[in-house]
């Protein structure tokens, strides 16, 4: 499909702004500014790289949807990575409720059989090697500290704007980060930078822009729908 032209220097009101009064395909601007952010958030969950990608074209599609209603409280980054986490969280209630159910049949083969998948499909579609230690490290950090390392270490959020998104105090942020160094710190340096983990290329981010954009194609709508 054709895209526009992502080296147009719009600010982020400006592009709803247009948006709003009727050039959609400016959305794509925001998906591309925002891909990175929502990715990291969604394999910060723990979430496998697919299931990511599914979760982050819910959440544009939410904020297309509700794009008359953002007020700009806040900026757009902190209000769609909200939007993220929200969509993160009930999935999860989602998968506890399925595994309940699951529970009931043979744990072990289920167990050997859903790992593997995740296994091959992460060795499939990673474009840089993570280093097992820093993985495993990383996925037994307790979610509020990992959350709160995401935000601030790997997407750059302020503390301000960290607070604002996880609804806790800025105290409360430095506390947490400062934790989750301490838990991580030694595995991380021996490794790689920050910014290394849970890299987005940007083939994925032309594939997010393509989802997205299809998905809102002749909605438009929508706007005026929430």
């Known amino acids: 499909m054709n895209h526009v032209k992502t080296n147009v220097q719009f600010t982020d009101a400006e592009v709803i702004q247009k948006i709003l009064a009727g050039e959609t395909a400016l959305f794509e601007l925001l998906v591309r500014r925002y891909n990175p952010y929502l990715y990291k958030t969604g394999r910060t969950y723990n979430y496998n790289h697919e299931d990511t990608q599914d979760l982050m074209q819910d959440t544009f599609i939410d904020a297309y949807a509700s794009l008359s209603k953002f007020e700009g409280r806040s900026s757009v980054k902190t209000w769609i990575i909200k939007i993220m986490l929200n969509n993160c969280f009930r999935k999860r209630q989602k998968l506890s409720y399925k595994n309940e159910i699951a529970n009931e049949m043979d744990e072990r083969s289920i167990s050997g059989f859903s790992n593997q998948m995740k296994t091959d499909a992460d060795k499939t579609i990673q474009n840089r090697e993570l280093n ?34 996880l609804s806790i105090s800025e105290t409360n942020v430095k506390v947490r980060l400062n934790r989750a160094k301490s838990m991580l710190r030694k595995e991380i340096e021996r490794y790689y930078s920050a910014q290394d983990i849970y890299e987005f290329n940007l083939v994925y ?11 809102l194609k002749g909605n438009s709508d929508k706007l005026n729908q929430r």
């Open 205 to 215: 981010c032309d594939r997010i822009v393509d989802r997205v954009m299809k998905s």
């Open 132 to 165: 097992i230690i820093i993985a495993n490290a990383l996925e037994r950090l307790p979610l509020d500290f990992r959350m709160v390392f995401s935000l601030r270490e790997l997407n750059g959020m302020s503390i301000t704007e960290t607070a604002d998104i």
